[in-house]
């Protein structure tokens, strides 16, 4: 590549709209990038995405004919899907053979337009930026059918992010590695070691082909079942990344009860993406990380309580990241990354657990928190009856302005200390019989007299002649509610027992205003009782933490 900086004079362009320009993928311009010497130097080499001159890119592109590139790709695409169907990992491991080797046997699925484009890209060396344009046209097909079978751009460049830089002669392990894409993404192409392992013969196939047509040497994939039977037992790896299979409850649990790789616990069967996180642990030289994509529910889910307890007890769980809705390929929940670290010597544990809570960011916007979206949060904190591992939960609570909202409660209390007393009626001692003692009648008589009908829970007046208010405070009463509760106490309204005392309107609505005022008495005595306890934990907490204070004597 070229060391001359380019002139920023005229438009610019990121990688995107250079592949669109020539008509290629994304895939197809690294690989110019990688491969020759005099393509244009960016402008602006940021972490994010480099720019260059346009006038720059469209001379190299005129110069090496490059925008041929796009029919090529279409046209393979579509005698692939066509002789393929839906079986086109089996279409991309072939493919990838066959650059590997265009003077070689052909696979004998493989279509003669196919054959012939292949075999064009080989002689041209353009067989890894074709091996990388078909990985990427896969992997947008899968995303656009909803399904979770490849990990998304998104969240490769989340992991790639978190990672961080590699030193060169790092090991890199993916026990699910797919096609390769998060394997081969991370760390540098040159020098550093990669294994992986994929369950699916065709994916292994290709993530082994696509590493070797795009020129990354030291990448060893096999074949085979990581859970039930782990070709790396020895591999202990600087870094370990992977997506896993979600919600499989075929993990092999019953198989593998008695397996030394259960460090924190032995999973159950819902918990299969905790049985895959202890795989990569396993897997984790001293000192180094294991990259674990999960989901948002692993974080909070009653099964895996005990086993993320351990994880922090430990101090081997470093940070949890909540990435943007729709940073997954098949649906737009959230996503966590998981970063463990094996300690190298025992006093290197962690003693707080970073949580990122990026969930209200856009899916392409940076990577990197604001002060606002973090918190290092203490491992005795996490270490509660749930471990609840969310990151929105002490991101926001950590956020917290405690002096407003104490302020706030205290005066809401206060104001509803005085309305409680004014609610309460004023009452005097009659010294007469009780009402329910005198003349009655019961409810039941009430409903086939057209006077009373059943609301949605208690029955109501529809006539003049009764007071709903007055009606529903005797039904209340000590006497009634005794006969509608059985003697396992299960209270059961009873309309055949229940009776109310024969009064005049007049007097029906005096007693109704009483029994009214009683009834938001007690409706205001339990919402006294909530901001009680918010007002206490408010105080507690921000006394605790700092933020409020007794005042100065």
Partial sequence: MSETPAHQAGPLVTGSEIARLAGVTRAAVSNWRRRYDDFPAPVSSGAGS??????EVQAWLDRQRKGHDLAEDVQLWQALRGAYGDDMLGALADAARLLSDPGGDVPSALPSDAVRLLRAAAERDAAGAMADGLAERFTDSVRRAGSDLVTSPRIVRAVRHLVGDVAADAIIFDPACGVGTLLLAVGAEQGTRRYGQEADARSARFAQLRAELTGRTGVDVVEGDSLRDDQWPDLRADVVVCDPPVADSDWGREELLLDSRWEFGTPSRAEGELAWLQHAYAHTAPGGRVLMVMPASVAYRKAGRRIRAELV?????????????????SHALPVHLWQLRRPQAPGDETTSVRMVDLTNNEPDASLEPRPDQTVAVPLIELLDDTVDLTPGRYVRESHRDYATEYDQVRQELTRQARRLAELLPHLIGDGGVGVLDGPSVSVADLVRAGLVEYGESEPVSVSDQLDTDFLQGFLRSTANTRRSTSASGTYRFDTKGARIPQMA???????????????????????????????????RDGLSSGALAPPPD
Avoid: D, H, N
């Fill in 50 to 55: 480099p720019v260059f001159a346009l006038a």
């Fill in 313 to 329: 007890r430990r101090g081997v769980l470093t940070e949890v990241v909540a990435l943007p809705a729709g940073s997954a390929a």
């Fill in 505 to 539: 309107i007049a007097e029906q609505r005096r007693y109704g205003a009483a029994f009214r005022a009683l009834r938001e008495f007690e409706e205001l005595t339990r919402r006294m009782a909530e901001l009680s306890k918010e007002a206490a934990t408010l105080a």
